[in-house]
């Protein structure tokens, strides 16, 4: 009986079919690592709050070891204290543009696990001195950088990269659709200074596309 079931569960597979036979799977395109041995925080010029954080990331000839988010030491080395409480993953084609979106009463913390993108935010905090400024900064699997977007920004990306994107997200809050808003990424106000401004050429989803000029938002 076991015999038999063994035969017969080879006899379905051709020697075609065999795992060493089957083609390789690409090798993931070379990225220089950054090598840091303690987290580093840079604060953006202008944009109260919004900070890059960088972490610690221990390369060496087998690839890798980055240690992306120690809530201890960034509260301690850092002066990093926010209460993280969802995970988001997203994958997006070369050329997607997703933006700009708010969700309120949500921070952001945005990392690149494969791939680069442009990683833009926006001030729409009434009141704010910067309102209505934006940010541009390349996240990628190189660097390993973090962007903390702060509740109150708008948010959006391009990929540039070949392979695409995973863009990772620690946020603050728990997603609420009832609350979230956006804003059209090619709004003439704003100039965002995409790397692919030809909005034709880029990949946005008709909602995003439809989103209303930053003018509808209140100063104050």
Same mark, same amino acid.
């Given at each position: 009986g076991c015999?038999?079931?063994?035969?017969?569960?080879?006899?379905?597979?051709?020697?075609?079919?065999?795992? !060493?036979?089957? #083609?390789?799977?690409?090798?993931?395109?070379? =990225? @220089?690592?950054?090598? !840091?041995?303690? #987290?580093e925080v840079?604060?953006?010029?202008? =944009? @109260?709050?919004v900070r890059i954080i960088k972490p610690k990331?221990?390369?060496?000839?087998?690839?890798?070891?980055?240690?992306?988010?120690?809530?201890?030491?960034w509260k301690e080395q850092l002066g990093f204290d926010q209460t993280l409480v969802q995970d988001n993953h997203s994958f997006s084609h070369p050329g997607v543009l997703?933006?700009?979106?708010?969700?309120?009463g949500m921070g952001k913390l945005v990392t690149v696990a494969v791939g680069r993108i442009f990683d833009v935010i926006v001030d729409a905090r009434p009141g704010s001195?910067?309102?209505?400024?934006?940010?541009g900064v390349y996240l990628?699997?190189?660097?390993?950088?973090?962007?903390?977007?702060?509740?109150?920004?708008?948010h959006g990306f391009q990929v540039v990269s070949e392979e695409g994107a995973h863009v990772m997200y620690k946020c603050s809050a728990?997603?609420?659709?009832?609350t979230e808003y956006g804003i059209?990424?090619?709004?003439?106000?704003?100039?965002?200074?995409?790397?692919?401004?030809?909005a034709a050429r880029c990949i946005v989803s008709e909602r995003d596309r439809s989103h209303p000029a930053f003018a509808t938002l209140r100063r104050s």
């Open positions: 015999a038999r079931m063994i035969d017969y569960l080879l006899s379905m597979f051709s020697p075609a079919d065999s795992p !060493r036979d089957l #083609p390789q799977q690409p090798a993931m395109k070379a =990225m @220089e690592i950054e090598r !840091r041995l303690r #987290p840079e604060e953006i010029t202008n =944009m @109260e709050g990331v221990f390369p060496d000839a087998r690839g890798f070891f980055s240690e992306s988010y120690n809530a201890v030491e997703r933006g700009l979106h708010a969700q309120p001195a910067t309102f209505g400024k934006w940010k990628d699997a190189g660097n390993r950088h973090a962007l903390w977007v702060p509740d109150g920004f708008l728990v997603y609420d659709a009832t059209d990424p090619f709004d003439a106000d704003l100039a965002i200074d995409w790397p692919q401004s030809d």
